[in-house]
């Protein structure tokens, strides 16, 4: 079982809905990630927070906002989304983003978007 | 995934010995993953590699060249459930990790 737990696991919506996906993680990772992945795609990095800061963002379109309430908890925030943001949504932690291997990506079984 | 190759697909035999391999940019370099991902599955961490060398964790192993830009994922006594796609995973200094495109591995009795 993963230790990253992403909900929902399905979720359908339309262009003008406004909706959330959520990402929990309690392994004290210090660092949480947002992919996208489209079929037969590797994962596209979107944002990377670092002790609950934002430190990365991958010039991310401003339909997709995210949010770290607290060290364990990552959001994505959606709203007027389009049919070609139909995707796996991945969340990932890590112990941090520098220093050996401590970059370990620990990926949740990923959020199934579509848009219609 | 940009600047870093790996080949599509590769087809191997069961109990075979399999290679895949990576090249990366160097600039930047704080290390190299690879990661197994089933199909309909999240990606899960196979390795990691920062200096030059082998690291061999059971029936996988990982080699990096640091100078030469260059990685491979070695399968040993490859098995049915080995079928899967293999990433790349190439960390920067940044903090980011950028995945290659990802190499399909099918596996045949």
């Known amino acids: 079982d993963t230790e990253v737990t992403q909900t929902p696991k399905h979720l359908v919506m339309g262009m003008t809905n406004k909706k959330s996906l959520k990402c929990e993680q309690h392994?004290?990772?210090?660092?949480m990630y947002w992919y996208k992945q489209k079929a037969k795609k590797p994962p596209e990095l979107m944002f990377v927070?670092?002790?609950?800061?934002?430190?990365i963002n991958e010039s991310v379109p401003s339909r997709f906002s995210p949010e770290c309430p607290n060290s364990s908890l990552l959001n994505l925030h959606l709203h007027a989304l389009q049919p070609e943001d139909s995707a796996l949504y991945l969340c990932?932690?890590?112990?941090?983003?520098?220093?050996?291997?401590?970059?370990?990506?620990?990926f949740g079984e990923g959020s199934r978007l579509t848009v219609l | 995934g940009q600047n870093i190759d790996q080949p599509t697909e590769m087809t191997a035999t069961e109990g075979a010995i399999v290679q895949i391999n990576c090249t990366y940019q160097?600039?930047?370099?704080?290390?190299l993953f690879w990661y197994q991902q089933h199909a309909g599955e999240a990606p899960t961490f196979l390795s990691y590699?920062?200096?030059?060398g082998l690291e061999e964790k059971g029936r996988f192993s990982s080699f990096l060249s640091r100078s030469k830009g260059y990685s491979y994922l070695l399968l040993k006594e490859l098995q049915m459930k080995d079928s899967a796609s293999y990433l790349c995973?190439?960390?920067?200094?940044?903090?980011?990790?950028?995945f290659g495109d990802g190499t399909t591995l099918t596996v045949k009795p």
């Open positions: 990932a932690s890590s112990h941090g983003t520098s220093g050996g291997n401590a970059g370990e990506l620990f």
């Open positions: 392994m004290g990772h210090r660092a």
């Open positions: 927070y670092s002790y609950e800061k934002l430190s």
């Open positions: 160097t600039s930047g370099f704080n290390g």
């Open positions: 590699n920062v200096l030059d």
């Open positions: 995973a190439e960390k920067s200094n940044a903090g980011k990790s950028t």
